[in-house]
């Protein structure tokens, strides 16, 4: 007994430091009306916290240039394709999320993600035999471990992870190369990987699955801001909670409307694609790891100070080393989401390039190159802008060199406004 008592002092410690970090990058909007709420938001604006809307609003802003300048680009079929196009950015920015909230950063999950598409592809070709889900398994299986692998180097020998990640990044690639041989091309011939980019659900099941999920996340958002008003702690008015899930409903059913819209050319092609569900339930599952696991308050805490959660009792080395094994988890299933949209996988893949996409996704979509301040929200958000652009200027008949160009422009654009807003909560 006297053994545990200080254990468990220690622990609400950490919790409690862990929480009080996260506040302090990523402030909470305390007000009890809507008039409020709205006041309250344009105060931390000012103050540097402009939170999503940057990124809403250059989105906007694409859409309308593209659309004035090609007419086509807000047909259903450019946007689904623009959603099946942006999904691997999304999905290896959601991995980049989890390292850059730590301060770090891993230069080495692009080819991570072709070491999973390869493994993966090997496996189910017909001299293998494996069937497709224990492929699948053993292909981010793989990703793991070169996550946890590069993590513990990182963390027990204390080295900088981007020395560590860009080693990993020419080792991870001369290991695609070596899985991949002297044919450069591997085709993916099972039917059920394929369908994960290229296959849809079913209009009907559709609009089931889509407003269930929207159904879902209404239900949680408001028995849970319900409950913290109740017991006293900060959570945003009635009318803020219902204004939040009424905006997912409407985005639902507006994606929904797009995706059942015939979109074919010789055939009818409607659905929403499989890979959106895989976006959504990956989305799904790390913002609840990183905004209700106690992993994702220490993960905050140590973006925001690392010296002040290893004082209150943080485990360092066991959160980081973790971070970078999620981080290739996630790379793993976007290197399967990109095999199965090529059907293929081929030395051609440019994992590099994939990277730093993958960095400027997130922090695009508002996620600090600091530390600390971050959501898995932002990396679909930046993954979007990256696509959109990529699309936009594809329709437009414009050479890779501008795509890239602009690229760069959209980046660092978002990185002077995460400086300037450090800046500002730093005077505030």
């Not at 989305?283 to 990183?290: D, G, I, K, S």
Request: charged share 10%.
């Amino acid at each position: 007994m006297a053994t545990t008592e200080p254990r468990r002092r220690k622990d609400t410690a950490s919790e409690s430091a862990a929480r009080h970090a996260e506040l302090a990058v990523s402030p909470e909007i305390t007000a009890n009306s809507f008039g409020g709420y709205v006041r309250a938001t344009l105060a931390r604006m000012r103050s540097g916290e402009s939170g999503v809307l940057p990124v809403v609003g250059g989105l906007l802003l694409i859409s309308i240039l593209f659309q004035s300048l090609n007419q086509n680009f807000l047909t259903p079929g450019n946007l689904v394709n623009l959603l099946i196009q942006g999904a691997f950015f999304m999905l290896l920015a959601m991995g980049e999320v989890f390292v850059l909230l730590l301060g770090e950063i891993d230069l080495s999950i692009g080819y991570v993600a072709g070491v999973g598409g390869v493994v993966m592809a090997e496996l189910v070709k017909q001299s293998t035999g494996w069937s497709w889900w224990a492929a699948i398994l053993i292909a981010l299986a793989a990703c793991s471990v070169i996550g946890l692998l590069q993590g513990t180097i990182i963390t027990r020998l204390g080295l900088p992870s981007f020395v560590v990640t860009l080693g990993g990044q020419l080792g991870w690639l001369a290991l695609m190369l070596f899985l991949l041989g002297t044919g450069g091309a591997l085709p993916i011939n099972e039917p059920v990987i394929n369908s994960i980019a290229s296959g849809n659900l079913s209009p009907v099941l559709g609009w089931v699955v889509l407003l269930v999920l929207a159904g879902l996340y209404g239900v949680w958002t408001w028995f849970r801001d319900a409950r913290r008003r109740r017991s006293g702690l900060v959570a945003p008015p009635a009318s803020v909670s219902l204004l939040k899930i009424g905006a997912v409903v409407a985005a639902a059913v507006a994606v929904v409307w797009v995706c059942n819209t015939d979109r074919g050319t010789l055939v009818a092609i409607r659905g929403v694609p499989w890979v959106l569900l895989v976006v959504l339930a990956v989305l799904a599952a790390w913002t609840l790891l990183l905004q209700r696991a106690k992993f994702g308050r220490y993960v905050y805490a140590i973006g925001g100070g690392a010296e002040a959660a290893r004082r209150a009792g943080v485990n360092l080395a066991r959160i980081r080393t973790l971070a970078f094994t999620l981080a290739s988890f996630t790379a793993g299933i976007a290197g399967i989401v990109y095999a199965s949209r090529l059907r293929s996988v081929s030395t051609a893949f440019d994992g590099g390039t994939m990277v730093l996409y993958a960095v400027a996704a997130a922090v695009i979509g508002g996620t600090s190159l600091f530390g600390g301040r971050g959501k898995t929200l932002h990396a679909v958000l930046g993954g979007l802008v990256i696509a959109a652009i990529d699309n936009g200027m594809g329709l437009q008949g414009y050479s890779a060199p501008a795509k890239f160009a602009a690229t760069a422009l959209v980046l660092l654009a978002a990185v002077t406004i995460d400086a300037l807003a450090r800046r500002g909560r730093k005077q505030a």
